[in-house]
């Protein structure tokens, strides 16, 4: 126990720590930091940035949430059951986790490319004729979150068919027997015994959500405009580009804190305190 909560305090608690003491610096990246106090943070309501990039960063995470949740939970259970060509069609499917973030990015960027990329062909047929998705700032948002979606989609349903796979069939059986149908015992019987693993998996979404930087830095630069600048993607041009590390640095306690607390109100909202196994012989 105590080298592992070493291990955290030096890698996770400690650099943690050292960004919020530069969230008080003036600091160009060379050099000492020089402190400014109050500085960094007193400018941050006032950055139309900021408030932008943090509005537009709630909503794609609550669209990462919304989509991904169901998605993966419906397949993550299909993918539990015994269908012929199960397996082959569940290891294509996988796929996209063998894949880097910037790998996955450069491929959906060409394919939107509407010069070159299959965007051209497809955008005539849902109402894009020059097959500009990207550069249309109504649609720019959506499009990222379909990229994630097709990333990060695998990776739960992972988790929903490990955790599907461990119900008790005999539950099923005694659901079959009182005549129940698919969706009754979908919704009565698969979803409560799932109700541990929809929240760490929607946990994950949401703190991985608010961290989304690769997929929108490669594929959209934060365009068109300001359509897609995310908070995470400010934080960077911030520090890599304005090098004003001390303000990128607070933006950067600011994601934490979010982050952070959405997590903590996922598991509120979800009463996952007062959560107890439904098998029999299980605390």
Not at 18 to 45: E, H, K
Not at 154 to 163: I, K
Not at 191 to 211: E, R, W, Y
Request: one cysteine or more; hydrophobic letters at 55%.
């Amino acid at each position: 126990m105590a080298p592992a909560l070493l291990f955290f305090g030096i890698f996770g608690i400690g650099p943690v720590l050292g960004v919020f003491g530069l969230s008080f610096t003036d600091w160009r990246g060379l050099g000492d930091p020089v402190w400014t106090g109050l500085d960094n943070w007193r400018a941050l309501p006032q950055d139309q940035a900021v408030t932008g990039g943090l509005r537009l960063s709630l909503i794609l995470t609550a669209l990462c949430w919304a989509t991904q949740t169901p998605m993966a939970l419906i397949f993550g259970v299909w993918a539990a059951g015994r269908q012929r060509f199960r397996a082959v069609v569940g290891a294509v499917y996988f796929m996209p986790l063998l894949l880097s973030g910037a790998a996955i990015a450069l491929l959906w960027g060409a394919l939107l490319d509407p010069n070159f990329g299959l965007a051209a062909d497809i955008g005539p047929f849902v109402g894009v004729p020059d097959g500009n998705f990207l550069g249309d700032r109504n649609l720019a948002l959506y499009v990222i979150v379909a990229v994630i979606l097709w990333q990060w989609m695998p990776f739960h349903m992972l988790l929903y068919q490990a955790a599907a796979r461990q119900i008790p069939r005999s539950l099923y059986e005694a659901a079959m027997i009182d005549g129940a149908g698919r969706a009754q015992m979908f919704f009565r019987i698969t979803v409560p015994q799932l109700k541990h693993t929809i929240v760490a998996s929607s946990v994950l979404i949401v703190v991985g959500a608010m961290t989304f930087f690769e997929t929108v830095f490669l594929i959209t630069g934060g365009g068109p405009g300001t359509a897609t600048r995310i908070l995470p993607l400010h934080m960077y041009i911030q520090a890599f580009r304005a090098f004003e590390m001390g303000y990128a640095s607070a933006i950067a306690v600011v994601l934490v804190v979010l982050g952070f607390g959405l997590a903590l109100v996922t598991i509120w909202v979800s009463g996952y305190s007062r959560m107890t196994s439904q098998r029999e012989g299980a605390s």
